[in-house]
């Protein structure tokens, strides 16, 4: 197979293609390199013709390493195929790709890059257009200096007149660079991972919060901390009012879900898909130091159910996470798997990783699991299904995820709590209701174009998937959820919580910074009801992690000591009282009474402190809140990494399944 012709190869929007032979690059309409007719070199074209040996594509490699015979075997074969010598040689083993092109560079007396040297212009990703492969593919770099230099990654068939043209015309060969079309698409791949959304649609990118965005993205999230702080330290009525209204609202919600059954409603029917019609479909499995969990990963993922020519699996690796990727090879099944490595670059996220593997997907339909996750095998078929009897406009299916291995500790039982709660019982309800869902980070399953169209994953944010949730919905894309259930791995211990706990939180006000740059428009966009449904998840949460704490508070003080009770100065604060205390009432029923209902859904053991624990636990979101709020300013890309497999306890067999 040519190095041209892989999977994942240059694509639409990746790399500029020049088609006869290279002859735009040399004449790039007058912009850059200025030249005019550039003399032939008559001499060596002749010299070359007279000896009729080789062809140019692997004539500058005699004297390199490689013997004589084997070049004249390569032309043979070239020639009887109707390919190129180079190919041949390359696929075969003779010469590595590097190898080739750093030959080239020496030949054309030019700098050879690699990887890591490749800085594309800034604003590369508009400029771009599809390769043209038969003629070159050019990177514009950072320029230095005067004018713009140029990475080039020839194809064979313009050898020859690259090597014609940079040796005869000085000012070609001083902005010129030859790197390996490896290089070169990787290149592009990472800039578009990483620059891609806020380059095409910046309104949508959370690059310009913090970080890298300077002084003015870290004052915006500084005045958000000042403002939270403000409101606690200096208008706690109106917190604690504004919260009490949000409290009471988001708990009739929650027992309005409470007496959904967990059943999705059917969507419009059509035909199923024949074992002929099933789209390809990638899973993409973001990875990052989890060599231990890597052989019950690719155990897992055999297990699905899906036609095998049809599977794309990116198992996506950071390049310096050595460990990750020997464990990755040693288990790695057949071709349906692919290690795709992430360059360094940008920031270190999970979406940043998806964003580049999706360069080199080239499934329909695709979705997303975790290092620990075990899917139910028919879980893309079902999904399969849903899309294809479901709208044109069904853009996601989210699966339900759960925890097995809930009664290993405080920390698993109340996270199984909450996953029930949310997947078997809220979100159903919300997708039957065609409301906005808050998406969870895995098992979330995506029409290609769907993704494409909103922009993909921002790498910037740190809860991708509530973010690109709602720029799906905002352009016009449904999602529903689905009944099948992927098993997880809770956090064991505190630290462990805290740091996935602060992760969602950081991310969650992120999402929310982003979608209010304009709050006219995102009503447009989601209407009214969904409009409030993201006031509820994220206001309605930010504010009530705020005020749980001051009405602990309250309620601790009065039960030492009702004379260390602010005193109360008239109805303004009698209100004010009532409300908390009616709300403190409302939000701990209605969670109790949704979670009971979840738990007995997905047959969970839930202990009398389980209940008894939720104050504590919630005060500890808080805590995780505060923390997250801080860090929003300082490590705003800031990735905190949950460790894997160190849970005890999994189940592997008989698997508890919601009641249907």
């Given at each position: 197979?040519?190095?041209?012709?892989?999977?994942?190869?240059?694509?639409?929007?990746?790399?500029?293609?020049?088609?006869?032979?290279?002859?735009?690059?040399?004449?790039?309409?007058?912009?850059?390199?200025?030249?005019?007719?550039?003399?032939?070199?008559?001499?060596?074209?002749?010299?070359?013709?007279?000896?009729?040996?080789?062809?140019?594509?692997?004539?500058?490699?005699?004297?390199?390493?490689?013997?004589?015979e084997?070049?004249?075997?390569?032309?043979?074969?070239?020639?009887?195929?109707?390919?190129?010598?180079?190919?041949?040689?390359?696929?075969?083993?003779?010469?590595?790709?590097?190898?080739?092109?750093?030959?080239?560079?020496?030949?054309?007396?030019?700098?050879?890059?690699?990887?890591?040297d490749?800085?594309?212009?800034?604003d590369?990703?508009?400029?771009?257009?599809?390769?043209?492969?038969?003629?070159l593919?050019?990177?514009?770099?950072?320029?230095?200096?005067?004018g713009?230099?140029?990475?080039?990654a020839?194809?064979?068939?313009?050898?020859?007149?690259?090597?014609?043209?940079?040796?005869?015309?000085?000012?070609?060969?001083?902005?010129?660079?030859?790197?390996?079309?490896?290089s070169?698409?990787r290149?592009?791949?990472i800039?578009?991972?990483?620059?891609?959304?806020?380059?095409?649609?910046?309104?949508?990118?959370?690059?310009?919060?913090?970080?890298?965005?300077g002084p003015?993205?870290?004052l915006?999230?500084a005045?958000?901390?000042l403002?939270?702080?403000?409101?606690?330290?200096?208008?706690?009525?109106?917190?604690?009012?504004?919260?009490?209204?949000?409290?009471?609202?988001?708990?009739?919600?929650?027992?309005?879900?409470?007496?959904?059954?967990?059943?999705?409603?059917?969507?419009?029917?059509?035909?199923?898909?024949?074992?002929?019609?099933?789209?390809?479909?990638?899973?993409?499995?973001?990875?990052?130091?989890?060599?231990?969990v890597?052989?019950?990963?690719?155990?897992?993922?055999?297990?699905?159910?899906?036609?095998?020519?049809?599977?794309?699996?990116k198992?996506?690796?950071?390049?310096?996470?050595?460990?990750?990727?020997?464990?990755?090879t040693?288990?790695?099944?057949?071709?349906?798997?692919?290690?795709?490595?992430?360059?360094?670059g940008?920031?270190r996220?999970?979406?940043?990783?998806?964003?580049?593997?999706?360069?080199?997907?080239?499934g329909?339909?695709?979705?997303?699991?975790?290092?620990?996750?075990?899917?139910?095998?028919?879980?893309?078929?079902?999904c399969?299904?849903?899309?294809?009897?479901?709208?044109?406009?069904?853009?996601?299916?989210?699966?339900?995820?759960?925890?097995?291995h809930?009664?290993?500790?405080?920390?698993t039982?109340?996270?199984?709590?909450?996953?029930?709660?949310?997947f078997?019982?809220?979100?159903?309800?919300?997708?039957?209701?065609?409301?906005?869902?808050?998406?969870?980070?895995?098992?979330?399953?995506?029409?290609?174009?769907?993704?494409?169209?909103?922009?993909?994953?921002?790498?910037?944010?740190?809860?991708?998937?509530?973010?690109?949730?709602?720029?799906?919905?905002?352009?016009?894309?449904?999602?529903?959820?689905?009944?099948?259930?992927?098993?997880?791995?809770?956090?064991?211990?505190?630290?462990?919580?805290?740091?996935?706990?602060?992760?969602?939180?950081?991310?969650?006000?992120?999402?929310?910074?982003?979608?209010?740059?304009?709050?006219?428009?995102?009503?447009?966009?989601?209407?009214?009801?969904?409009?409030?449904?993201?006031?509820?998840?994220?206001?309605?949460?930010?504010?009530?992690?705020?005020a749980?704490?001051?009405?602990?508070?309250?309620?601790?003080?009065?039960?030492i000591?009702?004379?260390?009770?602010?005193?109360?100065?008239?109805?303004?604060?009698?209100?004010?009282?009532?409300a908390?205390?009616?709300?403190?009432?409302?939000?701990y029923?209605?969670?109790?009474?949704?979670m009971?209902?979840a738990a007995?859904?997905r047959?969970?053991?839930?202990?009398?402190?389980?209940?008894?624990?939720?104050?504590?636990?919630?005060?500890?979101?808080?805590?995780?809140?505060?923390?997250?709020?801080?860090?929003?300013?300082?490590?705003?890309?800031?990735?905190r990494?949950?460790?894997?497999?160190?849970?005890?306890?999994?189940l592997?067999?008989?698997?508890?399944?919601?009641?249907?």
């Amino acid at each position: 197979m040519s190095v041209w012709s892989e999977p994942g190869g240059f694509g639409e929007g990746e790399l500029a293609g020049f088609s006869d032979a290279g002859q735009a690059f040399f004449h790039h309409e007058g912009e850059v390199l200025q030249s005019s007719k550039v003399r032939d070199d008559e001499d060596a074209v002749a010299a070359l013709l007279r000896e009729a040996v080789l062809p140019p594509d692997i004539g500058f490699l005699v004297g390199r390493g490689i013997a004589t015979e084997v070049l004249y075997q390569a032309k043979t074969i070239a020639d009887e195929c109707g390919g190129y010598a180079a190919d041949i040689l390359i696929e075969r083993g003779y010469v590595t790709s590097d190898g080739y092109y750093r030959a080239l560079a020496d030949e054309l007396g030019v700098p050879f890059l690699e990887l890591k040297d490749l800085k594309p212009e800034p604003d590369l990703v508009l400029k771009l257009t599809r390769a043209d492969l038969p003629g070159l593919a050019v990177l514009a770099l950072e320029s230095r200096g005067e004018g713009m230099e140029f990475a080039m990654a020839p194809r064979p068939a313009s050898i020859a007149e690259v090597l014609r043209r940079a040796k005869s015309d000085v000012r070609i060969r001083a902005r010129l660079s030859i790197a390996s079309p490896d290089s070169l698409k990787r290149a592009v791949a990472i800039h578009g991972a990483v620059h891609g959304l806020e380059a095409a649609r910046p309104e949508y990118s959370a690059a310009r919060l913090g970080g890298r965005s300077g002084p003015a993205g870290a004052l915006r999230a500084a005045m958000l901390v000042l403002m939270l702080a403000a409101l606690v330290v200096f208008a706690p009525r109106v917190l604690m009012g504004l919260a009490a209204a949000l409290f009471i609202i988001g708990s009739a919600a929650r027992f309005c879900a409470g007496l959904h059954d967990g059943r999705e409603h059917p969507l419009r029917r059509g035909k199923t898909p024949g074992e002929a019609d099933w789209p390809p479909y990638t899973v993409l499995v973001p990875l990052y130091r989890e060599a231990a969990v890597v052989a019950d990963l690719i155990a897992a993922l055999q297990r699905l159910d899906y036609p095998a020519h049809l599977l794309d699996i990116k198992l996506v690796v950071e390049e310096d996470d050595r460990e990750t990727r020997e464990a990755l090879t040693r288990n790695l099944p057949g071709p349906s798997f692919q290690i795709v490595v992430v360059p360094p670059g940008g920031p270190r996220t999970k979406p940043k990783a998806l964003s580049y593997a999706m360069r080199f997907a080239r499934g329909e339909l695709v979705t997303v699991f975790d290092a620990e996750d075990r899917p139910d095998p028919d879980q893309l078929r079902k999904c399969a299904r849903l899309f294809a009897s479901g709208p044109p406009s069904l853009g996601g299916v989210q699966a339900r995820l759960a925890v097995d291995h809930a009664q290993e500790t405080f920390f698993t039982r109340q996270f199984a709590l909450e996953y029930a709660t949310l997947f078997d019982i809220l979100l159903p309800w919300m997708s039957n209701h065609r409301l906005l869902l808050p998406l969870g980070g895995t098992s979330n399953h995506f029409r290609r174009r769907a993704l494409d169209d909103c922009g993909g994953w921002d790498p910037h944010n740190v809860t991708e998937d509530i973010d690109i949730g709602i720029r799906l919905v905002r352009d016009g894309w449904q999602m529903v959820t689905v009944a099948s259930t992927t098993w997880e791995e809770a956090p064991l211990t505190f630290s462990a919580w805290l740091n996935q706990r602060v992760r969602w939180h950081k991310g969650w006000l992120q999402t929310w910074l982003v979608h209010m740059r304009r709050p006219g428009q995102l009503w447009r966009d989601l209407g009214p009801t969904n409009f409030l449904v993201t006031v509820l998840l994220f206001a309605g949460t930010a504010t009530a992690l705020i005020a749980h704490p001051l009405f602990i508070g309250l309620v601790a003080l009065y039960a030492i000591d009702h004379k260390l009770m602010p005193q109360l100065g008239g109805l303004a604060d009698l209100t004010m009282m009532g409300a908390g205390a009616i709300s403190l009432v409302a939000g701990y029923g209605a969670a109790v009474f949704a979670m009971q209902r979840a738990a007995r859904l997905r047959r969970l053991r839930v202990r009398l402190g389980d209940w008894l624990a939720l104050p504590f636990y919630w005060l500890l979101m808080s805590l995780a809140f505060a923390i997250a709020v801080v860090e929003l300013v300082w490590r705003p890309d800031h990735w905190r990494k949950t460790r894997h497999g160190v849970a005890r306890g999994r189940l592997k067999h008989g698997l508890r399944r919601p009641r249907e």
